[in-house]
C-alpha cells in the first residue's frame, strides 16, 4: 500500500511505501490522475517505481526529482521500458540523472546549441544494442515536442543506459570509447593505413579493445600468453601492439598486463596485413 505525498502530473507521483517507509517516484499511465495528497492506493500494475532516498552520479535522487520537471522523468522512464526489453531489469537509480540530461538536452536544442561528440561513431559500434535503445529518444521527442534531436545526444543517452545495465559510471564508458577511439588512431598512423570500418574484422579489434580496456581498468589478467608467438611470428604486428598498448596505459592511468600485447598484436595483424584470417 502506497499513501500519496505529491501529485507530480496525471502519470506521476511521490508516494510512500507503508511497509518499507520510503518514498518513491511512481510513474506510468494514469496513476496520478485524480490523486490527493494522503490517499492511499495499490500500485498499479504497469507502474515503474524508483527510489528517492538513492544516490546518482548527478547528486541526490530526491534534489533531482524536485529540479526536474515531471515531463522529463516521464520521458526517462520510457527510454528505460525501452531498455529493459532489451536488457533486462536494469540499475533504476539512473532515472534522475538521465532525466536531467535529457532535460539540458532539450534546453540546448531549443537555443540551438546542439553538441558535437566526436566519439559518436565509437559509441555506435561498440554500445550498439544501449544506442539502438536509446534512439527512442527521437521518436518520444518528435511526438510530444515536435523536436528533433541528433546522433550525438543520443550517443550520451546510450552511455547512460549502458551504465544502467553495467553499474558503470558514465564517465567509464565515455573514457572506453575515448580510449578505442586513441587506439584505432594509433594502429592506422603505426601502418599508414585507414582500417576499413565497415569490416568484420575491424568491429572484431574494436570490441577487442573495449573488453581490454574493462580488464586493465578492473585489474583483470588474460591466462594464455601469446607474447612469443606473436613477436616470433609477426614481429611488425607486435611491434605496433606494444607501442599502442604503452600509450593506452598511459593514456588511461593504469598499469597494462604484457599479455595483453600478443592479443592486441593477432588483431592489427588480422585487420591491417589480412593475416589469420581463421584465428
Do not use: W
Not at 534534489?63 to 528505460?80: F, H, M, N, Q, R
Not at 577487442?208 to 601469446?226: C, D, F, S, T
Amino acid at each position: 500500500m502506497y499513501r500519496v505525498s505529491k501529485v507530480l502530473n496525471n502519470n506521476g507521483v511521490i508516494a510512500i511505501n507503508m511497509e518499507d517507509n520510503q518514498e518513491y517516484v511512481l510513474l506510468g499511465k494514469g496513476v496520478g490522475f485524480g490523486r490527493k495528497v494522503s490517499q492511499r492506493f495499490e500500485l498499479p500494475a504497469e507502474c515503474t517505481r524508483y527510489r528517492l532516498a538513492d544516490e546518482t552520479p548527478r547528486g541526490s535522487a530526491r534534489k533531482l526529482a524536485g529540479s526536474v520537471s515531471p515531463e522529463y522523468l516521464e520521458i526517462a522512464d520510457e527510454v528505460l521500458r525501452e531498455a529493459e526489453r532489451t536488457f533486462g531489469d536494469l540499475d533504476r537509480r539512473i532515472l534522475f540523472s538521465l532525466a536531467d540530461h535529457i532535460s539540458f538536452a532539450v534546453e540546448r536544442i531549443r537555443a540551438g546549441e546542439q553538441i558535437s561528440n566526436p566519439l559518436t561513431g565509437d559509441i555506435k559500434v561498440l554500445f550498439y544494442s544501449e544506442f539502438k535503445a536509446a534512439s527512442i529518444l527521437k521518436k518520444i521527442l518528435r511526438e510530444r515536442m515536435q523536436m528533433e534531436i541528433d546522433d550525438h545526444e543520443i550517443g550520451y543517452v546510450a552511455l547512460h543506459i549502458h551504465s544502467a545495465i553495467g553499474d558503470e559510471d558514465v564517465s567509464v564508458a565515455m573514457q572506453t570509447a575515448r580510449a578505442v577511439r586513441e587506439c584505432i588512431a594509433a594502429i592506422e598512423q603505426e601502418t599508414g593505413n585507414s582500417i576499413d570500418v565497415e569490416s568484420l574484422s575491424y568491429n572484431r579489434l574494436m570490441n577487442h579493445i573495449k573488453y581490454m580496456v574493462a580488464r586493465i581498468i578492473k585489474r583483470e589478467l588474460l591466462h594464455l600468453n601469446m607474447n612469443s608467438y606473436m613477436q616470433s611470428e609477426y614481429p611488425e604486428s607486435f611491434a605496433i601492439a606494444e607501442n599502442v598498448c604503452r600509450h593506452l596505459g598511459k593514456s588511461i592511468g593504469a598499469e597494462m598486463d604484457e599479455t595483453e600485447i600478443g592479443y592486441l598484436a593477432m588483431h592489427i595483424e588480422r585487420v591491417c596485413f589480412g593475416n589469420l584470417k581463421g584465428q
